[in-house]
């Protein structure tokens, strides 16, 4: 069964010891014999999250997301991510939210939501939220959802939205930009043998959150489709 494994921690951790293109390149097959192993624990992840949810997705290796880092507009010139991190896509327009995981050592976690909306979608949410506003509340007040994730996350607005009045009783979660959900791991967790079902579980959880947010993206006031 595939897993994370130590050499593949200690790889990141050489890494960010030597960000350069002369160490990277001469340490490339190393890379690549580690980089497969992340593979095939995606692949083996991909399958689980499958069993509940449709993924476009086509496989474990088209979800990992390049080593090199974009520096062109970046303070940071370092050449290498230093993580392994990859994404899950859900499939058809009328599933909204995604999956994602990142592994490094002493910072894994996995996260999923809805990280830079647009406005006219960031509109939808918070109409959808405060015309159901008990429902959202139950969904991230829910024990299984504060198990995984403890609260819901993301950037807030520190007043009122426009057009909203600051005395709404849902004003605290209408201040919301981004709707993310996070879950840390220790390295022991990542490196134990069922870490892939510990992140199924909790990429499972986020269906509520995503099926809510799914259907104010993709109807309208009336409930009819606009996708």
């Not at 951790?13 to 992340?38: A, G």
């Not at 058809?92 to 995604?98: Q, Y």
């Amino acid at each position: 069964m595939p897993t994370i494994q130590q050499s593949n921690l200690d790889f990141l951790i050489e890494l960010s010891d030597n960000n350069n293109r002369e160490w990277f390149n001469d340490h490339k097959k190393t890379y690549e014999v580690e980089r497969e192993k992340v593979i095939d624990f995606a692949d083996h992840l991909l399958h689980k999250v499958k069993t509940h949810d449709n993924i476009e997705t086509p496989s474990g290796k088209k979800s990992l997301y390049r080593i090199y880092r974009d520096v062109r507009f970046s303070k940071d010139k370092t050449p290498y991510k230093t993580i392994w991190s990859g994404s899950f896509t859900r499939a058809t327009k009328l599933l909204r939210g995604g999956y994602y995981f990142h592994i490094e050592a002493g910072n894994s976690f996995i996260a999923g939501g809805f990280w830079g909306p647009n406005s006219a979608d960031l509109k939808r949410m918070r109409y959808q939220i405060a015309e159901y506003e008990d429902e959202f509340r139950a969904i991230i007040t829910d024990k299984n959802f504060k198990k995984h994730f403890g609260e819901l996350k993301g950037e807030q607005l520190k007043t009122a939205p426009k057009g909203i009045d600051k005395a709404h009783p849902a004003i605290d979660l209408l201040r919301f930009k981004q709707f993310l959900v996070v879950r840390n791991f220790s390295d022991e967790e990542v490196l134990s043998s069922n870490f892939a079902d510990k992140i199924n579980e909790s990429f499972e959880a986020m269906r509520p959150l995503f099926d809510f947010m799914s259907e104010a993206l993709t109807t309208n006031e009336n409930g009819e489709p606009i996708v």
